[in-house]
């Protein structure tokens, strides 16, 4: 087992002890060895899968990823409360289109972030992706200008680096 | 200083019960299945957080429920964008196109995705 591997498997440890007690709250001897046993078996049974890796645990996004996430929370709102506008305005106040658009992340994390980002606000959906390209479904034309203006995606490009 | 928690925790629940409601109002009045998926985002999304954080201030700070709370919260943001891009595919492989508003400013669904049902080629909405 090298430097790199032993690291995620700690923080896996870490991970799932910390999902045990928050969610039992009991701390007697007994129910903390169950907790234990259970989360040894997790973890060997992750090693025998394979997917104790970077992929399965992005350690390497750190503190950026919750400055991230406060940010898609406050675009998520505002999405919200256009889509909602658009229901009760009735279906004459959408207008959908389907766009082709470039996406300046390198890796598969930065492209699922970005992908699963459009999806979750409402009013965009990513479609497809294929190499640097997706396409994006979205209830009005204002939505895909706002992508096309690009914050989103230079937000996620910085969680890669 | 409970009855004002009380106040905030009912308001965030009947704004969220609102939001859900909308979103269910959404997935009636909207022409196809595309757009009706957007609508469903809306009840999973803000309709979701605001009625969970309500319930996060009734628990009485007990950490467990909290916790447990938090925890539904996170896997509902993950996995719902994961839900709805599988289901928009499947419904591009099985044949639908979505209605267009503007067609002359669209751009076409990549080819992979197999010819169109004839009941969809005529999308404009």
């Known amino acids: 087992m090298t430097i790199k591997s032993s690291r995620y498997t700690i923080s896996l440890i870490v991970v799932l002890s910390l999902i045990w007690i928050g969610n ?11 907790g ?16 104790v890796d970077e992929e399965s645990q992005p350690l390497q996004l750190g503190r950026r990823i919750f400055a991230f996430w406060m940010w898609l929370l406050k675009e998520i ?7 909602i506008k658009r229901i009760w305005l009735g279906p004459k106040s959408i207008s959908p289109v389907v766009m082709q658009l470039k996406m300046s992340q ?3 994390m930065g492209k699922t972030i970005y992908g699963n980002s459009v999806t979750l606000t ?10 640097d390209v997706m396409t994006v479904y ?22 890669e680096d | 200083m409970a009855i004002f928690l009380d106040v905030v925790s009912w ?56 916790v447990k709370l938090a925890l539904i919260f996170l896997f509902i943001l993950l996995t719902s964008p994961t839900a ?34 004839s009941e969809s080629v005529n999308n404009q909405l």
């Open chain 1, 138 to 159: 979205a209830l009005s034309y204002d939505s895909i200008q706002y992508l096309q203006g690009g914050e989103m995606d230079r937000r996620v490009k910085r969680l």
């Open chain 2, 84 to 117: 709805s891009h599988a289901l928009a595919k499947a419904a591009l492989h099985g044949g639908l196109r979505p209605k267009l508003g503007k067609p002359e400013v669209s751009d076409e669904i990549p080819e992979k995705f197999g010819k169109p049902r």
């Open chain 2, 11 to 66: 308001a965030l629940l009947i704004l969220g019960g609102f939001m859900c409601f909308s979103g269910a109002v959404g997935i009636h009045r909207f022409p196809d299945f595309f757009s009706r998926m957007h609508a469903a985002g809306v009840t999973d999304t803000l309709g979701s957080s605001l009625i969970l954080i309500g319930l996060m201030l009734q628990t009485g700070w007990q950490a467990t429920v909290l």
């Open chain 1, 77 to 83: 709102v505002q999405s919200n409360i256009q889509v």
């Open chain 1, 122 to 131: 409402p009013g965009t959906v990513t479609l497809d992706i294929e190499d």
């Open chain 1, 106 to 108: 390198q890796t598969d």
């Open chain 1, 36 to 51: 234990a046993v259970s989360v040894l078996f997790v973890v060997f049974v992750a090693h025998r899968l394979e997917i």
């Open chain 1, 24 to 34: 039992s709250g009991f701390y007697n001897a007994m129910l903390l060895s169950f």
